[in-house]
């Protein structure tokens, strides 16, 4: 690597901060199963929250053999992400874990 490239991912490595903020039990409805991009949805009734996000290879079998609509209890990675640059904080979900109610 030149020193230019190596300057550039130094850059890029300090401009966005991830860091696993939480592990969350949620029990909702399955609003989203899309196997082919491996993302999920899940709509929590009680706080009215829908968790969106990408699914891990640990949950991708649970979520082939999922109903929609139909409740499940969910084990969600919360990723938060910070912005050096601006600070700004942003919240991703990974779905570890799906069985059901």
């Known amino acids: 690597m030149t020193y230019q490239q190596v300057q550039a991912a130094l850059t890029a490595v ?59 209890d969910a084990l969600i990675s919360v990723i938060r992400e910070i912005s050096s640059a601006t600070g700004d904080e942003k919240e991703t979900y990974e779905l570890l874990e799906l069985n059901p109610a």
């Open 14 to 72: 300090t401009q966005v901060e991830r860091e696993v903020a939480d592990k969350i039990r949620v029990t909702g409805q399955l609003v989203i199963a899309d196997t082919l991009s491996n993302g999920f949805g899940l709509y929590d009734q009680r706080s009215k929250a829908t968790y969106r996000g990408k699914v891990a290879d640990s949950a991708l079998p649970a979520l082939t053999s999922a109903t929609m609509m139909k409740e499940y």
